[in-house]
């Protein structure tokens, strides 16, 4: 697996991203190094302008049925372009090991207890 030395370079993270999902599809969901520990999905999306359908590995967290993934970016004060895509493109998929699970995005209310988001 390689790290990116430059997570906001586009040519890197494309050349990191694709590495992750080829080692998540031929290890059923698996990935080495930084991911080892946690779980990891990929979210396929497609682009708000182009339409270009896209995939990007994430961590994810899972409250009874529903998965849900965090669009940080890293911390960044922007948002990761697949939220944007998501809010224009909300019906789609996930792969979470080597299934592939049909979904429809959307964000949780501001300030809403879990119970109240079901």
């Known amino acids: 697996m390689i790290t990116p030395t430059d997570p906001t370079d586009p040519t890197e993270m494309a050349?990191?991203?694709k590495n992750v999902v080829d080692e998540f599809r031929a290890y059923d969901g698996k990935v080495?190094?930084?991911?080892?520990?946690?779980?990891?999905?990929?979210?396929?999306?497609?682009g708000a302008r182009s339409g270009v359908e896209r995939v990007t590995p994430l961590g994810?967290?899972?409250?009874?049925?529903?998965?849900?993934?965090?669009?940080?970016?890293?911390?960044?004060d922007?948002?990761?372009?697949?939220?944007?895509?998501?809010?224009?493109?909300?019906?789609?998929?996930?792969?979470?090991?080597?299934?592939t699970i049909p979904v429809t995005a959307r964000e949780p209310e501001p300030n809403a207890t879990s119970a109240s988001r079901r």
């Open 15 to 17: 050349a990191f991203n």
């Open 32 to 46: 080495d190094g930084v991911f080892e520990e946690g779980t990891m999905a990929l979210l396929h999306h497609a």
């Open 60 to 76: 994810y967290f899972t409250d009874g049925d529903r998965i849900f993934v965090v669009a940080s970016f890293g911390g960044s």
């Open 78 to 99: 922007v948002n990761p372009a697949w939220y944007g895509n998501l809010l224009a493109n909300p019906r789609t998929t996930v792969e979470i090991g080597s299934e």
